[in-house]
């Protein structure tokens, strides 16, 4: 029972209110006294009989206005509007006593850290904290706050640790603990140009092999040869291609890209280039190409295995000495440009079908950079989950929201066959259709995932055992080849030599038909 006691301000009323209670023997749990003119009283609840009696007693009180029940009192009311605004907080946080015992995590701290299984209150924050020693700040009673790179639940965060002193009545300060605000790591807004190799932050990766690409593509980035950089589709082939641009001496000059499996031979040709005038039709004006637009800065080149053999022909001698004709002209230009070529397999297995000028793959192949899968790199895939989270809200307009630990382990599990551009796009989709503050599993639709469960089992009733087993092997290499478009690279995974997974693919009708 909780009473609401408004009063005068007079020296003592709050004990004569204490001395009733202690006539009735009633047991105070809590008082609170308001300097505005009320007093807060809260104890267990009384029968009728007792509870009659003791209102028109305490109105007897001099000073004494008014007294009626109420359904809260002050600090609880407090105290629910505090909960409820912290677990409304998209972003995790937690207070720490002065050992780093955690007293205070909203939701979202509870569900990026223990994913509801464990809870956090009564636990030190080091159990759920790496990458800072925050017990060991807390031991240095630190007066100001500080902000510092962390791991939790998988993925990193900047903090934002704020040390609580407490002033008692004497004006003596005393050390508290720290409220603890986790951050996803802010997105680097523009490219910084000029030959830096801080261009490479924005390529997102922590795994060996990205660290080792980046650390290739930063010293390649300023040699003036041509680079050719391979990958499967999606991940990030481009994004690398300007890195380089960007951290070379060209960085002030354009980039221009061009899609050469996008358009058709003769409108490659003039669009690379450049044609005269008159020369595609009677009222045609001359136009420049890519490589002369570009003078100075760097083309890239994409899916430049999709190039047919007379513009490699073309390609091949414009690489030897920097001069082309263009369309219907016989005058030749002179260009300086850098050329980044990409492609989506492996060039030299169109060399060895006959489809790619071996001349022109061992001028482009001078140097070269393999960017990994998204699979072959999986620790690296929460950490871009987070960006293109945030990256997402922030297009969408709305507060951030948290990505559960299950979600979290279905995109590990996931194969990505459309690699870092597949998981940008799943996780925008789930988002914008998202209308909670945390993305769960349910909310994430991955494509293909419940056909990679399917059973593998064969029918033996029907046909011969060489016969099922072909079929067994068919429909294994049909689950594996959208994950593994090149013939080398399925070989490599399967322990095969990439002639014999070729034959194979060919067999079952699986993947492109390629020329022989």
Known sequence: MRLEITCDDRLGIAQDVLQILRDHEIDLRGIEVDPKGKIFL?????EFKDFQHLMPEIRRIPNVKDVKTIAIMPSEREHFEFKLLLSKLPDPILSVD????????NDAAQQVLSDNRTELVGTLIGQWLSGFAVQRWLEKQPTEPTVQQISAGGSKYFADLLPIWVADDAGKNSFAGAV?????????????????HDVFRQILGEHTSMKRLIKEAARMAELNVPLLIQGETGVGKELLAR??????????????????????????????????????GPYTEAKKGIFEQANGGTV????????S????????????DGRFRRIGEEQEVTVDVRIICSAQDDLIERVEAGTFREDLFYRLNVLTLQVPSLRERKSDISLLTDHFTVQACQRLG???????RAAREALQRYQWPGNVRQLENVLFRSISMSEGDTLDISDIHLPGADSLQENVAVDLEEGSLDEAVKKFEATI?????????????????????????????????????RKR
């Open 180 to 196: 603890i605000t986790c951050k996803p790591q802010p997105l680097v807004e523009q490219w910084q140009r000029g030959g830096n």
């Open 243 to 280: 890195a380089c641009h960007q951290a070379s001496h060209r960085a002030d000059k354009p980039f221009l890209a061009i899609n050469c499996a996008a358009l058709p031979d003769n409108v490659a040709e003039s669009e690379l280039f450049g044609h005269g005038k008159g020369s595609l």
């Open 98 to 105: 002065s050992r780093g015992m955690i007293d205070i995590a």
């Open 309 to 320: 053999n007379g513009l490699q022909a073309k390609l091949l001698r414009f690489i030897q």
């Open 398 to 404: 709305r507060s951030l929201v948290m990505v559960t």
């Open 42 to 46: 809260n104890f267990p609840e009384l």
């Open 300 to 307: 890239l080149l994409d899916a430049v295995g999709e190039m």
């Open 477 to 513: 290499l049909r689950r594996l080849y959208p994950s593994y478009p090149s013939t080398r690279q399925l070989a490599k995974k399967l322990g095969l030599s990439h002639t014999a997974v070729a034959n194979k693919l060919r067999d079952y009708g699986i993947g492109k038909t």
